[in-house]
């Protein structure tokens, strides 16, 4: 009895301490702002959010009950599913999360308004997003088809450019497909941010195929000429020693390039330190990459010439000084050695 009386006390502590539950509108959308300030700590992080979830469904749950009759109870509803389907992702429960989808589906049908239609559709997208299938070409696939499917339904919606954005970049191997949907994702867009950002990815779309133009002082006072590596397969990566990302990417590939004498590796660095680059570099094991620097950070002058936008990026050039895949960085082994074997 006295465990059932402290765990009632902490329930409604907790229920105190989520400020939604006034049941006010204003006070349900505040908690559609993700967590952004999470622990180093993946448990910890996993906690944060799956708190996070839990009070979106809490604080809706409570507007409908103040509130069932109101204009905004069918996207409040609309908020629960969304952030049930949220926390079995997290869980990694798939059934859970094919559950919500199939509700999601359910309550599109039923939307009383068609111009709420698309929130309950994007929702749903961004959900199946977390697990768009079991292989590469089949998250591809599926990507593609979900952006097209919501950019054709609601074209003014500023999130279908986001959405054609996301499919583009799950096809750097796929040219025929990646061009279309950058062309497509551009005349749609009306954020200034996002149309900068599909700017830069149409810079590196057109420079595939092409002879890259690259040469650079390094940070060792040597300099680095692209076109005297021509005969060789070169990896050119960009990235910083601020990104957390990059740094545990750099220290696989890095062992993996050691294994591979015939790869040529520069790198082209966004930080802004060269005491925390130069300790990086040392960290890694990579002090015979040659390596650009300037200081500049996002505006590095050879990054803002080839349109990088996303760290770490992966550029790899054919034998024939040609750019031929935009960023390997999730299949380089296979990306190398495929362009290993051509003339």
Avoid at 114 to 140: C, H, N, Y
Avoid at 260 to 286: C, F, H, M, P, Y
Wanted: proline share 4%; net charge positive.
């Amino acid at each position: 009895m006295k465990i059932l009386k402290i765990r009632s006390i902490l329930l409604l502590a907790l229920l105190a301490s989520i400020p939604s539950l006034s049941a006010g509108w204003e006070q349900v959308t505040a908690l559609d702002v993700p967590v952004t300030q999470l622990s180093q700590d993946p448990t910890k992080a996993k906690e944060s959010m799956a708190r996070h979830f839990r009070a979106q469904i809490a604080a809706n749950e409570a507007f409908l009950r103040e509130s069932p009759d109101d204009p905004h109870a069918w996207e409040s509803r609309v908020r629960i599913v969304s952030a049930q389907g949220r926390l079995a992702s997290l869980s990694a429960n798939k059934e859970g999360v094919q559950q919500t989808v199939a509700k999601l589906k359910e309550l599109e049908r039923t939307v009383p308004d068609p111009s709420l239609k698309a929130e309950a559709m994007f929702r749903r997208i961004s959900l199946q997003w977390q697990d768009l299938g079991a292989t590469a070409d089949v998250r591809r696939e599926n990507a593609v088809a979900n952006a097209r499917n919501f950019a054709a339904a609601f074209p003014q919606d500023h999130r279908s450019a986001r959405l054609l954005a996301e499919a583009a970049a799950l096809c750097n191997s796929h040219p025929e497909q990646k061009g279309p949907l950058l062309e497509e994702a551009i005349s749609l867009c009306k954020e200034e941010s996002m149309l900068q950002r599909l700017k830069d990815d149409k810079k590196q779309f057109d420079l595939l195929g092409q002879p890259v133009d690259l040469s650079f002082t390094a940070t060792d006072g040597s300099r680095f000429d692209l076109a005297k590596e021509r005969g060789h397969v070169t990896a050119i990566v960009f990235w910083s020693a601020e990104s957390a990302p990059s740094l545990v990417w750099m220290g696989y590939f890095a062992k993996y390039a050691a294994g591979e004498e015939a790869l040529r590796v520069a790198t082209v660095s966004l930080d802004r330190n060269k005491a925390d680059l130069n300790a990086a570099i040392q960290t890694l094991g990579i002090i015979t990459w040659p390596t650009a620097f300037d200081g500049m950070g996002w505006k590095n002058a050879i990054a803002r010439n080839f349109g990088i936008n996303a760290l770490p990026t992966l550029w790899l050039i054919d034998k024939k000084g040609r750019l031929a895949f935009l960023n390997a960085r999730d299949s380089y082994e296979h990306r190398v050695r495929e362009l290993m074997l051509k003339n």
